[in-house]
């Protein structure tokens, strides 16, 4: 079979290097990059640091509004479909490159199948949950992370093709710990940080970074916080501290975004994690780290239904106290599969 992949933005990069590897044991795959994401440290790094393959084609859209930003990505996606016409095309996630990609190849009749189906929070204002909601009805195969997807996708009507085979996070995660053990992390020493002795912050929904109150109160939180933090601060995230006029005090340490491997390392050492990505909560909840979530849902509720994550929105006094008293004591069962969802996810599309 030809299987033509959509990536576009950070995680998607990661996510499609646990089914990339496996996926081309078997079959070929076209490789298509949008160019949603474009610096090094948001793109080339993972390329580079997870042995994903070169993308067969970058359509360079950039960053833009989003009509304009899928406008642009569903016209080069829908020429790529054209020109390969493979036999399925591969989604991730919840970008606006997922929702450009199922379009593309729905209106082709080209199979889709979306990995990281049936993830939902209800909540519109999200732009994700409205690219989730369209890729999931547009895809013949949704691969689902979790018994709560699939029981969201039914709840819509969705039952055909819907198969739950785990998060294939957790493959890259497993991958990258093997990788780590074998060569040490020099990540930490570069940034002065002790195991165990500081928190790792990052932020980029727009919920957070575009709304200047919500902003200033994470800001705040972290600022007034006894601790040393690293913020490895995503393209968004800088570009809104920056106009806002935001202070950061001396014990954050605000780097950029790093590469996955770097991630992991800090991830892990990390005393507790303040975050609104959806990655990084997963992340923090394998590597046994207490998660803050700086937002006022999450799709990711079974971390919180553990214990081990806490959700704080984005107020100030809420973020301090958590940070200050939230420390999980209860067990850490295995969530969101065992590690071998790429394997599932290629074998289905058999
Ligand atoms: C996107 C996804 C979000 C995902 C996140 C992962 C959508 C709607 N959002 O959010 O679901 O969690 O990626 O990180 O698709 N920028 C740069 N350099 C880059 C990339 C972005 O400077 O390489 C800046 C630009 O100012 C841009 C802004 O970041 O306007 C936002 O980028 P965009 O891709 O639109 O959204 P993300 O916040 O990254
Ligand atoms: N990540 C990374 N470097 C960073 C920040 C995040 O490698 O500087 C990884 C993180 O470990 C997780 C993924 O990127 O695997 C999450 O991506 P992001 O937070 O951008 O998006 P989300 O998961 O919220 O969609």
């Known amino acids: 079979m030809k299987v033509l992949s959509i990536i576009g933005a950070r995680p998607q990069f990661i996510k499609a290097a646990a089914v990339s590897r496996v996926l081309r044991e078997r079959h070929r795959e076209v490789l ?43 016209k080069g996606i829908e020429d790529a479909v054209l020109a390969e016409r493979p036999d399925y095309l591969l989604i991730y996630g919840d970008t606006n490159s997922t929702l450009a990609g199922a379009l593309a190849a ?33 895809s013949d195969l949704l691969l689902c992370p979790s018994e709560t997807a699939v029981r969201n996708l039914s709840t819509e009507g969705i039952t055909r093709g819907v198969h739950l085979v785990g998060d294939v996070m957790l493959d ?13 992390p020099t990540v930490l020493e570069r940034q002065g940080l002790a195991n165990g002795h500081y928190l790792l912050a990052t932020v980029h929904r ?17 600022n007034s916080l006894d601790e ?9 995230a800088r570009k ?26 800090l991830t892990s050492a990390a005393r507790l994690v303040l975050t609104d990505s959806g990655g990084l909560q997963k992340e923090a909840y394998w590597l046994g780290v207490p998660c803050v979530t700086l937002r006022d849902e999450t799709e990711w509720v079974e971390t919180v239904a553990s214990g081990w994550n806490t959700l704080v929105g984005a107020d100030a006094a809420r973020i301090i106290e958590a940070v200050r008293c939230f420390a999980p004591n209860c067990s850490r069962p295995l969530l ?6 790429a394997s599932r996810c290629v074998d289905l599309l058999n």
């Not at 949603?36 to 084609?57: K, N, R, W």
């Not at 889709?112 to 690219?131: C, K, S, T, Y």
């Not at 040393?228 to 968004?236: D, E």
Request: proline share 5%; charged share 20%; hydrophobic share 45%.
């Open 172 to 184: 890259v995660l497993n991958w990258a710990r093997q990788q780590l053990t074998a060569k040490a």
């Open 206 to 222: 727009s919920e957070n970074t575009d709304d200047l109150e919500r902003l200033s109160q994470i800001l705040h939180a972290i």
């Open 106 to 138: 729905s209106k082709l009749l080209v199979p889709v199948a979306h990995v990281e189906a049936g993830l939902r929070i209800f909540n519109r204002r999200m732009p994700e949950e409205i690219n989730r909601v369209v890729a999931d009805h547009l």
């Open 240 to 265: 809104m501290i920056a106009e806002a006029g935001c202070r950061v005090e001396r014990h954050v340490r605000v780097i950029d975004p790093v590469g996955y491997m770097d991630m992991v390392a």
């Open 32 to 74: 298509v990059h949008t160019g949603q994401h474009y610096d090094y440290e948001m793109s080339g790094i993972f390329f580079d640091g997870l042995e994903l393959p070169c993308p067969d084609a970058n359509l360079e859209v950039g960053s833009g509004r989003h009509g304009a930003q899928t406008a642009a990505m569903l």
């Open 228 to 236: 040393p933090v690293v913020f490895p601060a995503h393209p968004r």
């Open 336 to 341: 969101y599969g065992d590690g071998f969802a």
